[in-house]
Nanobody
């Protein structure tokens, strides 16, 4: 069993930055495929960024060049550095971890970007 705990959300002005962290409990974190998703009010949850066990990254077009996903396997943590934030980035951000049929989610952290 793996538990994921997000932190780092908050209120920031447009153009500002935040760094989200997701701490994973349990073993074999380095083998997990990790991702960040977000869900804005009234909208479906969408994929923001992913990072493979080998460090390969992928981003949704709307955040390319502004967000950076990374992982520190020694700390069992995945990060999402968010720069040049826009009001449309406002959402609850969720951490996700997958390994084969296993699929884990964190409880989410709120990010609010004011204009």
């Amino acid at each position: 069993q793996v538990q994921l705990v997000e932190s780092g959300g908050g209120l920031v002005q447009a153009g500002g930055s935040l760094r989200l962290s997701c701490l994973a409990s349990g073993r074999f974190f380095s083998t997990y495929f990790m991702g960040w998703y977000r869900q804005a009010p009234g909208k479906q949850r969408e994929l923001v960024a992913t990072i493979s066990s080998g460090g390969r990254t992928n981003y949704v077009d709307s955040v390319k060049g502004r967000f950076t996903i990374s992982r520190d396997n020694a700390k069992n943590t995945v990060y999402l550095q968010m720069d040049s934030l826009k009001p449309e980035d406002t959402a609850v951000y969720y951490c996700n971890g997958r390994l084969g049929p296993l699929d884990y989610w964190g409880q989410g952290t709120q990010v609010t970007v004011s204009s």
